[in-house]
């Protein structure tokens, strides 16, 4: 309810403001369960793409949005929870797979839930190697993956900026992929996940990385090139 009610009071604002243009909508089903893979330029990105999907979109968020201390935090963790995002711990092994779980469970109830497959915004506006969580989900759940680039995202709100620029805002949808094969098998896993990230890069256009995002972002910390 807290979800409908903010998109409703949101949506003329931002349609007004940012003038969203938006190609291939109809290709995300209107029902049934279905995985939003979108690449991640800003945190703007997680609220853009919902307004203009039809449904609601439920992101497997980090769980530290919600456990932030202060009336900061607390003010962050209504600000996730009323964009219909889901705290899951994603810091590796038993972590990751109770994410996975959580977003086998919800597609098992129908829902259509959003993902970053890069797993971390990008540095420097490129395209990095794609996690194979979604692949493992998509293959275990049947759900098809509509792809979505986003665009202009990180000029309308760069990392650390509060207060968004007045920009147009573009987003493009894919045709559904589907996926099938042994969900336990690595190199199915990694060759899905591939094939997922090669369409966001022919939607997007952006330079491609075979580099974790979260590797490149550690490197730069480091002073080093990429």
């Given at each position: ?8 009071f ?6 007004l ?22 690449n ?17 979109v ?41 994410a996975?779980?959580t ?5 098992k109830?129908g829902?259509?839930?959003?993902i ?10 490129r395209?990095?190697?794609g ?38 805002v ?11 094969g ?11 996940t ?24 550690s ?8």
């Amino acid at each position: 309810m807290v979800y409908t009610t903010l998109k409703s009071f949101l949506s003329p604002l931002l349609m007004l403001g940012f003038r969203p243009k938006v190609t291939g909508l109809r290709q995300v089903p209107t029902v049934g369960p279905v995985i939003i893979a979108s690449n991640h330029l800003s945190f703007s990105d997680s609220i853009f793409m919902p307004l203009v999907v039809p449904r609601k979109v439920t992101f497997l968020a980090k769980s530290e949005y919600f456990t932030s201390p202060g009336v900061k935090g607390l003010l962050k963790k209504l600000t996730f929870k009323a964009l219909g995002q889901v705290p899951v711990d994603r810091a590796g092994g038993r972590r990751s797979e109770a994410a996975l779980l959580t977003g086998l469970e919800l597609l098992k109830e129908g829902a259509c839930i959003g993902i970053y497959p890069e797993g971390t915004r990008s540095p420097d506006g490129r395209l990095y190697k794609g996690r194979t969580g979604i692949a493992r989900m998509a293959i275990e759940s049947g759900a098809p993956v509509v792809p979505v680039a986003m665009f202009n995202t990180a000029e309308i709100q760069p990392t650390g900026k509060v207060v968004p620029k007045l920009q147009r805002v573009e987003m493009v949808f894919g045709e559904p992929m589907y996926f099938e094969g042994d969900s336990t098998n690595v190199q199915v896993l990694r060759e899905a996940t591939d094939r997922i990230m090669k369409t966001l890069q022919q939607l997007s256009g952006q330079e491609f990385v075979d580099m974790y995002a979260s590797e490149a972002k550690s490197r730069l910390a480091r002073g080093e090139e990429i």
